[in-house]
């Protein structure tokens, strides 16, 4: 197969000439030279042009447009085209039309609008992929294929009577017969015990809490039915370009696709992301989405596929980025291992549902600040060719499950709750403390991370939890949070004081458990609305954190502990006295456990005194008392730092910036600026230095 990657980082993003009249193509391929654009995504929306009435095709206008691109010396990502069917297939086939949970038959109109179990769309989709593939195979421009675009963006489960039966279908495969299914579902309970496979449906709306294992087997369904789509046009593309790359856009953490399960089917990962420019930790978020495309490619470059130049056009308030923030964020993807930096879109739309959109050529033209920075970076870009292909090495892992994810979020459990946010308050922990983070699925080997962390891992197997068990004892320091291993992988309760075999690695078991944010409404209270009630805390004590004490939110478990040491403890409340964080030595590692969660600052200070219990030297040790955020990742023998941050910082770090040129040490770094240092790796007394500085008084 051919290689996905030039010798310098790819550079550009969607194209539509489609959206304008012929005449501007050319000025297009003209400023695409003046900006550094060599690749550019082709056809994702196109099937209506491509094919405008069923078996009917003209790709006259494409021909062109590739033609014009391969003479301008920029590389073509050429389009399945599939990801939204034309007026005429939903008025032909009205069937292949989504359905919610609730029975609303969705329209056509938009974009998506088709269900991905339809036979209908599925046989469509393959004839159109078929032809172009046919077309365009031998282009001398065509880089890699793009299949379909954001697969389960808006149409992520689908409730129809194709969907019921493809439903059906998974099922039986799954567990080969209804009586493996009842004891798998846990039937028994509320008279949910079926004869067959037939008596089946999808979780459509009921009238109290569906069954948890049918929720998530119907997750997971759909999640395979979007991937099944993906492989049905990948097949075709390998059978008559066996040589050209395939690839399709995932959407950093994304709820309703398992990326575990797609990621060994692309030939590259790639991913599209769109950071709120007025979050305060939009780029804490985005870092942690750069990480899991490296983390699904097994550490391999990726492809930043889609960005925003500025403002997007999907938020109730759509604020643009500021100055350099465009700029900021496309670093810190090169730097957390992404080869191509592209964007949505090259020029910005006129008409249609995302003219407002931001894009590289802007409606202003080029006489503005967004195309000055575009050109900026694509020039930048082009001086970094000697990091491309460079690893990013991890020091540490955090455990990501989808199943969990799924799980956890169900209703009819002891507190609503979100899955992401405590993943991320980890995930942005060891960020902020100058780590990279892979993330891994937990059956694997993770003996190689020094420290290994586990949040939530509500819905975990039997080989998640040996795994776990088997990087302590070869060494790794591993953090184990509440909510972990309630439940294996068909949801039913781990007995005997849930954690499973962690009990013993842990030397702990969990007696009972309090959502705190419920700990306001007392018998005879007046009821809080759940938006305005305050979470309640309770304090913690132990002297790794500041002061001695720590805040308690949200959760605590009732730990009773077998041979572990216990490190804090809960200083109020009902379970006053009670462990809230533990540590026991096992064999060569040792294996925490959190009873509770920790704001900011308490998760930093914890994390610092992990990376001292595992000698974990950070890139960069990072002052962040300001409240911003500069991010240090080394890839390759190259450090990056880059200040998200609102005020100017100094670089401590000895070297040369290979963006300016100048010596490191001594560097003033500016909101939103970037430094790329080229520096030997650190001596052994600075490693030292840095130890201590982060383990703290």
């Known amino acids: 197969m051919r290689p996905v990657f030039s010798?310098?980082?790819?550079?550009?993003?969607?194209?539509?000439?489609?959206?304008?009249p012929e005449p501007v193509w050319d000025e297009d391929i003209e400023l695409m030279r003046e900006a550094g654009v060599n690749l550019a995504t082709v056809g994702v929306f196109s099937w209506a042009l491509l094919e405008p009435r069923e078996g009917e095709y003209d790709f006259a206008w494409l021909d062109r447009v590739i033609d014009k691109l391969h003479a301008?010396?920029?590389?073509?990502?050429?389009?399945?085209?599939?990801?939204?069917?034309?007026?005429?297939?939903?008025?032909?086939?009205?069937?292949?039309?989504?359905?919610?949970?609730?029975?609303v038959r969705l329209s056509p109109g938009s974009r998506q609008a088709y269900c991905p179990s339809s036979p209908a769309y599925r046989s469509a989709a393959g004839r159109l992929v078929r032809t172009i593939a046919e077309r365009y195979g031998e282009h001398p421009a065509l880089q890699l294929w793009h299949i379909n675009n954001e697969l389960g963006c808006h149409v992520a489960r689908c409730y129809c009577d194709e969907s019921a039966a493809a439903f059906r279908r998974w099922l039986e495969a799954k567990y080969g017969s209804i009586a493996e299914l009842n004891t798998a579902w846990g039937t028994t309970f509320w008279s949910q015990h079926y004869g067959s496979f037939d008596e089946i449906l999808p979780t459509r709306a009921t009238?109290?809490?569906?069954?948890?294992?049918?929720?998530?087997d119907f997750d997971r369904f759909s999640s395979d039915e979007l991937l099944a789509c993906f492989l049905a046009e990948k097949a075709i593309l390998r059978e008559i370009t066996p040589e050209v790359p395939v690839t399709t856009n995932f959407m950093g953490a994304f709820r309703n696709a398992d990326y575990w399960r797609w990621a060994p089917h692309l030939d590259v990962i790639a991913d599209d992301l769109y950071p709120d420019p007025g979050d305060v930790d939009g780029?804490?978020?985005?870092?942690?989405?750069?990480?899991?495309m490296r983390s699904l490619g097994g550490g391999r470059p990726w492809i930043l596929m889609e960005q925003a130049t500025s403002a997007v056009n999907f938020r109730n308030a759509n604020a643009p980025k500021r100055p350099g923030q465009m700029r900021a964020l496309s670093y810190q993807a090169f730097a957390r291992g992404a080869d191509a930096i592209l964007f949505f879109q090259w020029r910005q739309s006129a008409v249609g549902a995302e003219r407002f959109h931001s894009a590289m050529l802007p409606h202003g033209g080029t006489d503005t600040r967004v195309w000055r920075e575009v050109t900026a970076l694509g020039a930048e870009?082009?001086?970094?060719?000697?990091?491309?292909?460079?690893?990013?090495?991890?020091?540490?892992?955090i455990v990501f499950s989808w199943d969990s994810w799924w799980a956890l979020e169900q209703r009819g459990l002891v507190a609503h709750q979100s899955y992401l946010p405590l993943v991320s308050r980890w995930h942005g922990a060891l960020t902020d403390a100058g780590l990279v983070v892979d993330f891994v699925r937990g059956d694997e080997d993770l003996s190689r991370y020094p420290l290994v962390i586990a949040p939530a891992l509500y819905v975990a197997s039997d080989e998640q939890l040996e795994q776990l068990d088997a990087a302590a004892r070869a060494g790794s320091t591993v953090l184990v949070t509440d909510q972990t291993a309630l439940v294996d992988a068909r949801l039913r309760v781990r007995l005997g004081g849930y954690l499973g075999g962690l009990q013993d690695t842990l030397g702990v078991w969990i007696e009972e458990y309090t959502p705190l944010a419920e700990a306001q409404q007392r018998p005879g209270a007046i009821p809080v609305a759940p938006e305005s009630r305050v979470a309640p805390t309770v304090r913690i004590a132990g002297d790794l954190f500041s002061g001695g004490q720590a805040v308690a939110e949200e959760w605590l478990d009732a730990v009773r502990v077998r041979d572990a040491e216990v490190l804090a403890t809960v200083v109020d409340g009902d379970y006053a006295g009670w462990p809230a964080l533990t540590r026991k030595a096992r064999g060569a590692g040792s294996a925490w456990y959190l009873a509770t969660r920790l704001g900011r600052t308490d998760t930093a200070a914890l994390v610092r005194v992990l990376l001292a219990d595992g000698g974990i030297?950070?890139?960069?040790?990072?002052?962040?008392?300001?409240?911003?955020?500069?991010?240090?990742?080394?890839?390759?023998d190259a450090l990056f730092l880059i200040n998200h941050g609102t005020t100017p910082v100094t670089v401590a770090v000895d070297g040369t910036d290979l963006v300016t040129g100048a010596e490191s040490h001594g560097l003033a770094l500016e909101p939103q600026g970037v430094a790329v240092i080229a520096r030997p790796v650190r001596a052994a007394e600075s490693q030292r230095e840095a130890l201590a500085a982060i383990a703290g008084p």
């Open 617 to 636: 030297v950070p890139e960069a040790v990072v002052d962040d008392r300001d409240g911003g955020f500069v991010e240090s990742v080394r890839r390759g």
């Open 283 to 292: 780029a804490r978020g985005a870092a942690l989405s750069r990480d899991l």
């Open 207 to 216: 009238p109290a809490f569906g069954n948890p294992a049918q929720l998530l």
């Open 381 to 397: 870009l082009r001086e970094l060719a000697p990091i491309v292909g460079a690893p990013t090495p991890a020091q540490a892992a």
């Open 72 to 103: 301008g010396g920029v590389r073509v990502d050429l389009a399945t085209a599939t990801a939204s069917p034309p007026p005429w297939f939903s008025h032909r086939y009205p069937e292949s039309l989504p359905m919610t949970a609730e029975g």
């Open 7 to 20: 010798d310098r980082p790819w550079f550009g993003g969607d194209y539509n000439p489609e959206q304008w």
